[in-house]
């Protein structure tokens, strides 16, 4: 990349244009792993405006802490302080990016898909996502606030 082109990235970058930053998120009690990075595709502003009719790839990169040979995935979308269940595609994490058994110790990434259904009301709403081990613990648990617009 010239010099010219790099200036016109980072000035997308600083417009929110282009630029998919991580994710601010709260960890909301990730008992067996550790979070690293959360990112979701495309964002290009936060919190992340979801539009209805789309779908969004997530990706939470996290070690975990135990072993485990199944992991399942609970979506909530947290509105007025309720948790609502949010469905998604495949709950299955082995099936989402990550390779089980899981390992101690082992670093993964948990790719997976969150549909934004023409139905759901255009409000801001917490986003809480949870990875659970064979024991029903959380190999992460966080919540991230997002938007859904028309
Ligand atoms: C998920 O994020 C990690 C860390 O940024 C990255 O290394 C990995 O390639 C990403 N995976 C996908 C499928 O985007």
Redesign the pocket.
């Known amino acids: 990349m010239d010099l010219r082109a790099g200036f016109v990235v980072i000035l997308l970058c600083l417009m929110g244009l282009t630029c998919a930053d991580p994710v601010k998120y709260i960890d909301c009690g990730s008992s067996s792993g550790k979070v690293t ?1 959360v ?1 979701i595709n495309p964002c290009a502003t936060q919190p992340c405006q979801l539009h209805k009719g789309q779908s969004y ?1 997530v ?1 939470v ?1 996290f070690n975990s802490a135990v072993v485990s040979k199944t992991s399942k995935a609970l979506v909530h979308g947290v509105i007025a302080g309720v948790p609502i269940p949010f469905p998604i595609p495949i709950q299955d994490g082995c099936e989402s ?1 990550i390779k089980c058994p899981i390992q101690k110790q082992e670093g993964y ?1 948990y ?1 997976n898909a969150l549909p934004v259904k023409t139905e759901y009301p255009a409000i801001k709403l917490v986003v809480e996502w949870e990875l659970k081990d064979d024991n029903n613990q959380d190999l992460f648990c966080i919540k991230f606030p997002v938007q859904i617009v028309n």
């Open positions: 990075i990112d790839s990706n990169t990016g990434c790719v």
